[in-house]
């Protein structure tokens, strides 16, 4: 199982951005999908969820009402508005192995594939 993302970049403070992640290589069906973030010098934590239908979704509270997350089989698309320099950090696609097609997860521990990581800078 891989996982692509792409999408990060510099943006200033209030711009958008999408972040998109291709999996391959698994039965995706059977997966809920999520991004995580990590900041310097912090650890990682949960950004969104979707689940493997497609219609359930969860988000941190920090993100809650600016971040919105769908899917299409095998590819999810995070869309990321008003941006905040405190969003600033390396962000990881990654999927949980579910047999429920409602579940989302916020665990890292719920997830047993990890993209390589893109980075999104918000300047001030």
């Known amino acids: 199982v891989q996982l692509q993302a792409s999408g990060g970049g510099l943006v200033q403070a209030g711009d958008s951005l999408r972040l998109s992640c291709t999996a391959s290589?698994?039965?995706?069906?059977?997966?809920?999908m999520g991004w995580f973030r990590q900041a310097p010098g912090k650890e990682r934590e949960f950004v969104a969820t979707?689940?493997?239908?497609?219609?359930n979704t969860g988000y941190a509270d920090s993100v809650k009402g600016r971040f919105t997350i769908s899917r299409y089989i095998a590819q999810n698309t995070l869309y990321m508005n008003n941006l905040k320099p405190e969003d600033t950090a390396v962000y990881y696609c990654?999927?949980?192995?579910?047999?429920?097609?409602?579940?989302?997860?916020?665990?890292?521990?719920?997830?047993?594939?990890w993209g390589q990581g893109t980075l999104v800078t918000v300047s001030s």
């Open positions: 990654a999927v949980a192995p579910t047999m429920s097609y409602s579940g989302t997860f916020s665990s890292v521990r719920d997830y047993d594939y």
């Open positions: 290589g698994g039965t995706f069906n059977r997966y809920a």
């Open positions: 979707v689940s493997q239908s497609g219609r």
